[in-house]
């Protein structure tokens, strides 16, 4: 394949993982791991390191995307900065501890992980499962604590954590509007934290294809940023479009697809 060839593909790849990022309301990281393990493989990159690759990748990218959408709530007011700021040490911390568990992981192990992470969130999708929302927000160990768990399921599957975050500061107390903006915020350190610390880890590594530094593949990241924030837009309007219900559902079948791809392989 040629070098044209492949960032085509990516900027394919981004265009889709926008759109469906969009569409179903999620990071694109549950969608954007995937489809790098799937690209990857057609490129015949080692399988030992592939699903590194396509976390340390994931992650590089929602540095970009996640800044985009946490500015944007910053200027909305709606990012909770003194919880963002009990929860940004364990966040922190938690995304480096993520990576090194990565590290240590075969390949296999992790892509069974991720399987068995999204068919978890598929349940929890179709069943409605989410914790009930408080109204007293915990002390600044219990968040540091909360960050540190949220930080490294994330950096360990190459994912924002809005998943996570949004529930627990729900649970916390916020608004909606508070828990998405401040989820938001808290993807960006857990994002860019981990994509360094993956470089890290890879560096050297002889089963690197060309063109990664690290876990991170560049021309993946540039044709997903290009493509994926644009098609972002797209997603959104045909969310508008479809019933709720219908989205819902339709996500958690993919998510259950994937993640079954995953337990399987």
């Not at 999620?26 to 976390?55: K, N, S, Y």
């Not at 240590?104 to 992470?117: D, E, I, K």
């Not at 107390?173 to 994509?195: E, K, N």
Request: proline share 6%.
């Amino acid at each position: 394949m040629t070098v044209l060839s492949i960032l085509a593909g990516y900027l394919l790849l981004g265009a889709v993982a926008g759109t469906m990022a969009g569409l179903f309301g999620v990071g694109g990281g549950l969608i954007i791991v995937p489809a790098l393990v799937f690209a990857f493989g057609l490129q015949e990159v080692a399988p030992e390191i592939t699903m590194h690759l396509a976390v340390g990748t994931s992650l590089a990218t929602i540095v970009v995307t996640g800044a985009s959408s946490a500015l944007g709530h910053f200027r909305k007011g709606s990012i909770h900065k003194p919880w963002f700021m009990a929860l940004l040490p364990g966040l922190m911390l938690g995304a480096i501890g993520g990576v090194f568990i990565a590290d240590n992981l075969s390949g296999t192990v992790l892509g069974t992980l991720f399987g068995v992470f999204v068919l978890l969130l598929a349940v929890k999708m179709v069943f409605g499962l989410s914790p009930k929302p408080g109204s007293a927000p915990p002390g600044s160990v219990a968040m540091a604590i909360a960050g540190g768990v949220v930080g490294a399921i994330s950096a360990l599957f190459g994912i924002g954590g809005g998943a996570m975050t949004v529930p627990w500061l729900s649970r916390c107390g916020a608004s909606i509007t508070q828990a998405v903006g401040t989820s938001a915020a808290c993807g960006l350190p857990i994002a860019t934290v981990g994509a360094i610390t993956f470089i890290v880890v890879g560096w050297g590594n002889p089963l690197l294809p060309q063109w990664a530094t690290g876990f991170v593949m560049w021309p993946a990241f540039i044709g997903i940023v290009l493509t994926s924030v644009p098609f972002a837009r797209v997603g959104v309007r045909l969310a508008h479009i479809l019933p709720a219900t219908v989205l819902r559902f339709s996500f958690a079948t993919l998510l259950a697809v994937v993640g079954m791809r995953f337990i399987l392989a």
